[in-house]
């Protein structure tokens, strides 16, 4: 008897008859990878002697993660995620991949590190454990996407297209003296495609101004207080014209007027026909007078949405972010750190009301 003739393969369709193959023939099953044996009558399963036997395909991609087909445990097959020699773990385009949290631990915890990666790409999310940031890269810049500490929780204010901003538009945080409109029309509600705004516009006459001021019942209580290493980020509109004015945002002494383009105690970004500025530039005032000004942050442009950042890095570095450009101011004695709050205003330097809109504030700490 030949070797061939008790040692059969093939799909189950050429199986032959248990009355002709040989008593105690074994034939593998092609299309379904199992292997069977002749008793005499009938043809019965082998696989409980070779219960360790794996089969897979004839061909898959390197580097491709194996995983079962079935359930029989001895079949696998190829699949789309794959993972090098290196250690990186890639997953196929177009699909969500879910991580479950559970009642004692996250779904995702991405590490940390003391710093920011040197060669971030778009789309990267990382933990600066030095910051205590959780940051992400978009569009070319590095964005902070919120603080860890629940000792100083953020505090936010979205404009919102009702009457109850034009008369308290900071109920939320029950502050009940919170605006300031020095001859001019503050916090009236507007919606339009570009979201909910809150428009501010000064008076018609130098020296008018239109703003907010965020404190508490009373005007010098400041806002920040507790607040280590503050951040203020608000989000504003230009009106029709940047001629002759001068726009204050960031923080400030609780009690001031947005009077000078300098005054003592406060950390924000200027732009000022007065100075003149070029543009958006960042500034730090002691109270004593001294003056820090950044580079131009970046232009000013009519009609125009900017995301205005000021955060307190150190006790002796402020950055000062416009629409993800940054500028850092860096000094010794010279950051205001008391008796601070956040702080919006407009001001005509010129005949001619000023406007702005207004959409969102919020201040957290580091």
């Known amino acids: 008897m030949r070797f061939s003739d008790v040692i059969l393969r093939g799909i189950r369709a050429d199986q032959p008859s248990f009355l002709v193959a040989p008593v105690g023939a074994l034939y593998f099953v092609t299309d379904e990878n199992v292997i069977e044996r002749n008793a005499g009558t009938s043809w019965q399963s082998y696989s409980a002697s070779v219960s360790g036997f794996v089969t897979g395909?004839?061909?898959?991609?390197?580097e491709a993660l194996v995983r079962f087909d079935a359930i029989t445990?001895?079949?696998?097959?190829?699949?789309?995620?794959?993972?090098?020699?290196a250690g990186v773990l890639s997953f196929p385009d177009n699909v969500r991949q879910t991580f479950n949290p559970g009642a004692n631990n996250p779904g995702l915890n991405i590490g940390s590190h003391a710093g920011d990666p040197s060669t971030p790409s778009n789309g990267d999310v990382w933990y600066n454990s030095t910051t205590n940031e959780f940051k992400a890269r978009i569009n070319g810049a590095t964005v902070v996407l919120g603080v860890t500490s629940d000792l100083f929780p953020r505090k936010t204010y979205q404009a919102r297209a009702t009457a109850e901003n034009a008369v308290n538009p900071f109920v939320d945080w029950g502050i009940a003296t919170n605006t300031q409109s020095l001859a001019g029309t503050q916090s009236q509600p507007g919606s339009d495609a570009a979201g909910t705004w809150l428009r501010n516009t000064s008076g018609a006459v130098a020296g008018n101004s239109s703003g907010i001021r965020w404190h508490t019942t009373t005007s010098t209580e400041e806002l920040t207080a507790g607040f280590a290493l503050p951040r203020v980020r608000?989000?504003?509109?230009?009106g029709a014209s940047v001629a002759a004015c001068r726009f204050l945002v960031g923080l400030r002494i609780a009690a001031a007027t947005p009077a000078t383009d300098v005054e003592n105690n406060f950390c924000l970004v200027r732009f000022s026909t007065n100075v003149p500025d070029a543009g958006w530039v960042g500034v730090t005032v002691d109270n004593v007078g001294n003056v820090n000004t950044s580079p131009m942050i970046l232009a000013i442009a009519i009609n125009t949405v900017y995301e205005i950042e000021v955060k307190y890095m150190s006790a002796t570095e402020v950055k000062f972010t416009v629409n993800g450009t940054s500028q850092t101011i860096t000094h010794a004695t010279q950051i205001p750190t008391a008796n601070i709050t956040p702080h919006c205003t407009v001001t005509t330097l010129a005949a001619g009301a000023k406007v702005f809109d207004f959409s969102v504030m919020s201040l957290d700490s580091l």
């Open 57 to 62: 395909p004839a061909s898959a991609v390197d």
């Open 73 to 85: 445990g001895k079949l696998v097959q190829n699949s789309l995620i794959t993972l090098t020699d």
């Open 234 to 238: 608000f989000k504003i509109r230009t």
